[in-house]
């Protein structure tokens, strides 16, 4: 795919002596991008698919350790390195979950890295609905479709040319929707955030010592029909000038309708820790309105794979594998 923006840009402004008069003369002046493979929703909605059928991604369950298996199997299929992360974290109602960070990297050799992140568990409750509330839930967006994603971008960096400049990690963290139910009392819980355990763990314990990346980016809830993704407040603090990359980047694929130019709230999700922790600037791509915050969905049964449209898996894929292609 050739990428080939036209932008309008003042090649000079001449100053006429009569009057002072000032003329600005405009031209169009195309812009060449490095060429990008294309992103095939198709692909990444089968991804989806493939984890719901595996059943709930909740820790401790035979759901959970086959789609950890799959994944391995997966990313070493795409002739990525790959390594695991195993640790231990305890719940916020007492019970110890045995969790896996899977990291698979392309060009490991590479100086200049992109750091690409999604969370592939799910959630064990569903505290938002109206019934059912102590089952899990599929989480075919929440956790998913961040996963199906990233597993195309990878599947394209495998078989597809031409091939980007720079190297690039996936990290897939575990533990991640796990928060106290929205009804629970934590005014005197034992520490702060309960969730996002993965990335807690990993921001303090790199897979490699002094690891270090370019930028990275967050994909979570990125397949949900009718999505609008909007500039969040923790990616706008860190990485400003990521957030605005990425967006423009999107409006220029004609992603208008999905990459909102404006800014909403702070949420504490992967990225922040990312951020906080390791120090590597990364932004977070969520489904998140200003106007009415998370979508019907979220914490919910409703979160299956009736709600994943592969327009919106399109929309983001195609930005966040044009723009680690322009590095």
């Given at each position: 795919?050739?990428?080939?923006?036209?932008?309008?840009?003042?090649?000079?402004?001449?100053?006429y002596?009569?009057?002072?008069?000032?003329r600005?003369?405009?031209?169009?002046?195309?812009?060449?991008?490095?060429?990008?493979?294309?992103?095939?929703?198709?692909?990444?909605?089968?991804?989806?698919?493939?984890?719901?059928?595996?059943?709930?991604?909740?820790?401790?369950?035979a759901?959970?350790?086959?789609?950890?298996?799959?994944?391995?199997?997966?990313?070493?299929?795409?002739k990525?390195?790959?390594?695991?992360?195993?640790?231990?974290?305890?719940t916020?109602?007492?019970?110890?979950?045995?969790?896996?960070?899977?990291?698979?990297?392309?060009?490991?050799?590479?100086?200049?890295?992109?750091?690409?992140?999604?969370?592939?568990d799910?959630?064990?409750?569903?505290?938002?609905?109206?019934?059912?509330?102590?089952?899990?839930?599929?989480?075919a967006?929440?956790?998913?479709?961040?996963?199906?994603?990233?597993?195309?971008?990878?599947?394209?960096?495998?078989?597809?040319?031409?091939?980007?400049d720079?190297?690039?990690?996936?990290?897939f963290?575990?533990g991640?929707?796990?928060g106290?139910?929205?009804?629970?009392?934590?005014?005197?819980?034992?520490?702060?955030?309960?969730?996002?355990l993965?990335?807690?763990?990993?921001?303090?314990?790199?897979?490699?010592?002094?690891?270090?990346a370019?930028?990275?980016?967050?994909?979570?809830?990125?397949?949900?029909?009718?999505?609008?993704?909007?500039?969040?407040?923790?990616?706008?603090?860190?990485?400003?000038?990521?957030?605005?990359?990425?967006?423009?980047?999107?409006?220029?694929?004609?992603?208008?309708?999905?990459?909102?130019?404006?800014?909403?709230?702070?949420?504490?999700d992967?990225?922040?820790?990312?951020n906080?922790?390791?120090?590597?600037?990364?932004?977070?791509?969520?489904?998140?309105?200003?106007?009415?915050?998370?979508?019907?969905?979220h914490?919910?049964?409703?979160?299956?794979?009736?709600?994943?449209?592969?327009?919106?898996?399109?929309?983001?894929?195609?930005?966040?594998?044009f723009?680690i292609?322009?590095?």
């Amino acid at each position: 795919m050739r990428n080939r923006i036209w932008l309008c840009l003042i090649l000079g402004t001449f100053l006429y002596a009569c009057g002072g008069r000032e003329r600005a003369e405009e031209t169009a002046v195309p812009i060449d991008y490095k060429d990008v493979p294309a992103f095939n929703a198709d692909s990444a909605y089968a991804f989806i698919q493939k984890q719901v059928d595996f059943g709930p991604r909740v820790p401790n369950t035979a759901g959970h350790e086959a789609t950890k298996n799959w994944l391995i199997e997966k990313l070493k299929g795409y002739k990525l390195e790959v390594q695991t992360q195993e640790f231990s974290e305890k719940t916020y109602d007492g019970q110890l979950w045995d969790l896996t960070n899977i990291i698979a990297s392309y060009k490991p050799d590479a100086k200049k890295r992109i750091l690409l992140a999604a969370h592939w568990d799910s959630r064990r409750i569903a505290d938002k609905d109206s019934e059912r509330l102590h089952e899990p839930i599929e989480g075919a967006n929440d956790g998913g479709s961040g996963v199906g994603v990233l597993l195309e971008i990878a599947r394209v960096l495998a078989y597809e040319n031409p091939k980007p400049d720079v190297g690039i990690d996936f990290i897939f963290f575990d533990g991640e929707d796990d928060g106290e139910p929205e009804h629970q009392d934590t005014r005197n819980r034992a520490r702060e955030y309960w969730w996002c355990l993965g990335s807690q763990y990993w921001s303090t314990n790199l897979h490699e010592r002094g690891y270090s990346a370019y930028f990275g980016i967050l994909v979570d809830m990125v397949g949900g029909r009718g999505a609008r993704f909007y500039k969040e407040g923790y990616s706008v603090r860190y990485a400003k000038n990521i957030v605005n990359k990425v967006w423009n980047y999107g409006h220029e694929l004609g992603h208008s309708d999905f990459f909102q130019m404006r800014e909403t709230a702070e949420l504490v999700d992967d990225h922040l820790f990312v951020n906080k922790n390791a120090g590597i600037p990364m932004i977070n791509i969520i489904e998140f309105s200003p106007d009415y915050g998370f979508g019907h969905y979220h914490h919910t049964h409703a979160d299956n794979m009736d709600m994943i449209d592969k327009r919106t898996l399109k929309a983001v894929g195609e930005t966040v594998l044009f723009t680690i292609y322009q590095e």
